[in-house]
């Protein structure tokens, strides 16, 4: 079966080969760089302890350097699962969504038809860099000079000139002897609807040409020299070669850039990639001419975990900016991000080279803020906040903005970033550099906690802090699953949501979740034994009901449950409480004290694991509580006694 033209290539821009050779091998984590794509592990295809075995994500091949294997991620499947090159190329397609494309008995002669093309587009490439060279593009030529565009800048990113006339290109590619059906199918020229002969497309604008991944000529970008035109800036038209929502202006160069550490910069148009490259901040891109899409955006992501999109600073790349951060909002997941670097007022990143230097540049790229930032500042900038209707207002949008993160754990720390930045707003007294001093009513400060004794100092409670308790609960669970690793697809939910209290029980967390069913030996392999043992250290682990030998999965799952569900509630309540004494400085009113009340009854109910007492009782002559059910009892059985035998009192 053949393939279309490009279907490999946009096969291999959407699969990734960390994830594909991901699922055969554990990585290296003290050897690898995830953030580059830079991974190693020990090689799949013979038998090694040392990770010999190279990944390189950004290349898209992988190489071992002990039995000299390598290859792509097609050949990665053929190889592993044993099938031939089409089924590996059906796998690949399968996991991205992709399509397989209906036996064509023609493909070979569209391959041939999009080489055919890719000449033509060349040739049109030569064509406008000559036209740049004549009196006729004197004017451009200034103009280029004028944005500080040198001879041999112009050269490097192949800057042409398409003339005012109507047929220039057309009549040139006739001559050379190009088909009319190629030159209409590049998206060169038009039909005109009045009969005449086919008209250029480009006509008395600068030409930017647009490269694939590849480097291969696809489409041309203009910029009109008359001020009278309705578009600045014209692309090609779509065609057999060129997809505007999937394509990226200086694509190729950027990406290689990345590889070697630069990071990515997404700039609005082609003379901000051209200064910014020029400067030195080789790993820029463009979108062409239209909003970033969801197809780019994953795009910029197979270069760099956390591309910097940097727009210009006025109110339309303001506008820009959000635009992306609401597209890229469901698409986040852990890793893969976004930051913008705001410019100045009024200024692009070519006006800010040209007047400050790249100096100025790497400053707002080193300032670049998350895309929690942002979204906070469009949510609160130049807004009041000064009733209670409408903070519940700005509750409610940013509640809507997160909700939008697919992502559960990504989710939860957005809404910790939220919550920090809201109290910042709203509570800014710790900012102000004062230590903060909980005061009870009327000003009356807190006693002082009493100084512990020496038993208590020795004691493991006092010597782990106050959330020691919470630890131990982390360990407990944990332990659990990994001495019976078929639960965790059952709670793998809640390990992802689980905050963890040391490094160890972190590596152990993430272990689970990455073998998902494996046995102890892969966890211990992904994790390794020093975090294991110390897990297992603590006597109050060890001595735990759900590590006990002889235990069954299905206690053991109750006994996780229950643990999640205590840890959960003793958090919650913690967390409450603080709030309440970070707000306990101000007016104590009955709403303070019902959330303390509340947050307390919350973990003693839990505490108590469902085993609430819900007996009734009465006060005794003494004072003493009796229960109303034993009391009852007890008078029936008295009433019962036969008196008349002589039996107790007359």
Partial sequence: MSLPPGFLDELKTRASLTQVVGRKVSWDQRKSNQGKGDMWAPCPFHQEKSASFHVDD??????????HAKGDIVSFVQETENVSFIEAVEI????????????????????????QLIEVMEQAVQFYRLQ?????????????????????????????????GWHALWQHLRGKGVAEDLILSAGLAKTSQQGKEPYDVFRNRIIFPIRDARGRAIAFGGRAMDSAESAKYLN????????????????????????????????EGYMDVIALSEAGFTATVAPLGTAVTEDQLQLLWRMSDEPIVALDGDAAGLRAAMRVMDLALPLLEAGKSLRFCLMPEGMDPDDLIRGQGPAAMQRLVDASVPLVQLLWRRETEGKSFDSPERKAALDRTLREA??????????????????????????????????????????????????????????????????????????????????????????????ERLDTSTPEHEAVRRALIQCNGGGREEI????????????????????????????????????????LAKLAARRGARREIEDAVRDIDGLVDEGLTWRLGQAAEARNRTDKGGHEDRAEYDLGPNGARLRRDEKQTFEALIGRIDYSKGRGRP
């Fill in 524 to 563: 211990q392999t992904v994790c390794g034994a020093i975090a294991l043992e110390k897990l297992f250290h603590p006597r109050h682990v060890r001595i735990s009901p759900a590590l006990q030998p002889g235990m069954d999965a299905e206690t053991a799952r109750l006994s996780v449950a229950e643990e």
């Fill in 58 to 67: 950004r290349k898209g091949y992988y190489f071992c350097f002990g039995c």
């Fill in 236 to 267: 090609s038209p779509e065609t057999e070669l060129f997809d505007k929502g999937r394509s990226l202006y200086n694509h190729g160069p950027a990406r290689e850039a990345c590889g070697k550490g630069k990071p990515l910069i997404v700039a």
């Fill in 92 to 115: 690949l397609a399968r996991e991205a969504g992709m399509p397989m494309p209906a036996r064509d008995p023609k493909a070979q002669e569209k391959a041939d038809r999009r080489t």
């Fill in 402 to 495: 997160i909700r939008k993160v697919r992502d559960p754990s990504l989710r939860r720390h957005y809404g910790d970033e939220v919550n920090r930045l809201r109290r910042a707003l709203f509570d800014p007294r710790p900012e102000s550099g004062r230590p903060f001093k909980p005061r009870g009513p009327r000003g009356m400060r807190f006693a002082p906690p009493a100084t512990p004794t020496v038993e208590t100092k020795a004691s493991a409670l006092a010597a782990a802090g106050a959330p020691f308790e919470e630890t131990l609960r982390e360990a407990v669970i944990l332990a659990t699953l990994v001495m019976h690793p078929e639960l965790v697809h059952d709670f793998l939910a809640d390990l």
């Fill in 132 to 164: 740049l060279r004549t009196g006729a593009a004197s004017a451009a030529r200034d103009y280029l000079g004028g944005r500080g565009l040198s001879d041999d800048t112009q050269t490097r990113w192949e800057i042409g000139f398409a003339p005012a």
